[in-house]
């Protein structure tokens, strides 16, 4: 750590600490006379039995009461307990030393072990880049998924909604995804997971090749709300952090929707009314705050993929509507392509990519174009083609599309563990094609 860094949080440290005393725990809330203190701000709550002292965090005011949200559960705290301001929002460690590691919401390593002592620390709650000062989108990013490399292709510093229900594939396409693109470093943010599936998605499916260029944060569902809110921002300021170093990083997070079930719990813990289906309010303002700060900056990129769970394969459901009208592109995840086996289960008519015009060749271009007409084409008449209504010949569109339907699906298809670059991926769309021009 520098001097000049030390000596800078050394002239913030107050001489005086500031305490105030717990009245009353309702629910998730604890009600404390005092201290003075701001929003956002880190207390300390200290055990009376105990010479132990947990976390909590400023979420409101009432009645001259400083109302807080412990970090993990409320069943120690008593009424007279001591709160004590740090006086400053929650910081984390940031540094190269956590490539390759699994931490916490709070930035602590999950299995118990210490971090280097010469970290920086960065705030979690940070603004989002000036519009001004966000190069533009110009060139793709290596994902390999052929059906996202080809059609759907992502630009460098894109933000990306990953729309799928439960059980479609999510996980294995983030793996996939985290195992061949060819960015600098991974921040892979788990909120709400099953405990269960977490080992599973870091041996499984992300794998020691994957681990080894990423971070991943984790809260899993059983955590408090405010900890599974806290492992979004945290993994954005590490991502924040490799981008200010000049790096290309890819953010994965899944899901926002459990980010945005978090917010709502303590939105209705606080007393917001709730607005569309039980939302409220502060759960639409917390979102495009928080995924408009991935993206360009003037000293690198953050492409961030952003999985929303749907509710009922309900694509129209709230979130999901709010996601889509903040991020640069879509990608739906079909439970009827998965259903007939066909992974990842990518509906590339359903799915857009609002910069690949941008970035893209006109062949690609138009190639993709044509591949999209094909298959819509067949989809369109595909019940009077299972049921032998249509008669080949009455229509030379229909013809061509159940001639290369077959080898679309083939060229959509990918299996887990096989790489594919992007130019590989455009070559072979583009020789799906030569034989008939």
Do not use: W
Request: proline share 5%.
């Amino acid at each position: 750590m520098k001097v000049e860094q030390l000596i800078s949080e050394i002239s913030q440290i107050s001489p005086l600490k500031r305490y105030g005393k717990v009245t009353r725990v309702v629910g998730l809330m604890i009600e404390s006379r005092g201290p003075q203190t701001s929003i956002g701000d880190v207390c300390y709550i200290h055990l009376k039995e105990k010479e132990q002292k947990i976390q909590a965090e400023v979420v409101g005011f009432k009645d001259e009461h400083v109302i807080l949200m412990p970090y993990t559960s409320v069943r120690e705290i008593a009424p007279g307990c001591l709160v004590e301001t740090s006086e400053k929002p929650l910081q984390v460690k940031v540094g190269n030393e956590l490539i390759g590691q699994v931490l916490d919401s709070l930035g602590h390593p999950l299995d118990g072990s210490e971090l280097p002592g010469y970290l920086s620390s960065v705030l979690t709650d940070q603004n989002p880049p000036n519009p001004l000062q966000r190069p533009p989108i110009k060139e793709p990013i290596e994902v390999g998924v052929r059906a996202i490399d080809s059609l759907l292709t992502v630009g460098r510093g894109q933000r990306i909604g990953i729309f799928a229900g439960s059980g479609v594939g999510k996980s294995t396409l983030m793996g996939m995804i985290a195992r061949n693109t060819n960015a600098d470093v991974n921040v892979i943010a788990l909120v709400g997971e099953r405990g269960r599936e977490v080992r599973e998605f870091i041996e499984r499916d992300l794998g020691e090749e994957g681990l080894r260029n990423s971070v991943v944060i984790v809260a899993t569902s059983d955590q408090p709300a405010l900890i599974r809110i806290k492992a979004a921002y945290t993994a954005t300021s590490i991502a924040e952090y490799f981008r200010d170093q000049g790096l290309n990083v890819m953010m994965m997070m899944d899901s926002v929707t459990r980010v945005a079930m978090a917010q709502r719990e303590i939105g209705l813990a606080v007393g917001e009314p709730p607005t569309t289906k039980g939302y409220t309010p502060s759960v639409f303002a917390t979102l495009p705050r928080l995924l408009e700060r991935t993206g360009t900056n003037q000293m690198g990129s953050i492409t961030a993929f952003y999985t929303v769970l749907v509710d009922g394969d309900d694509m129209n459901e709230p979130i999901a509507d709010t996601v889509r009208g903040i991020v640069d592109g879509h990608i739906v995840l079909d439970r009827t392509l998965a259903n007939k086996g066909q992974y990842p289960a990518i509906n590339v008519l359903k799915s857009v990519s609002r910069v690949m015009n941008h970035i893209v060749t006109e062949k690609h271009k138009r190639d993709a174009e044509k591949l999209r007409l094909l298959m819509s084409t067949y989809i369109d008449s595909e019940d009077l083609i299972n049921i032998g209504a249509y008669k080949r010949g009455s229509s030379s569109e229909i013809d061509e599309a159940i001639h290369y339907y077959p080898q679309l699906i083939s060229f959509l298809k990918q299996r887990t563990n096989e790489k594919v670059t992007i130019q590989e991926s455009i070559d072979m769309l583009h020789r799906l094609f030569e034989k008939g021009e």
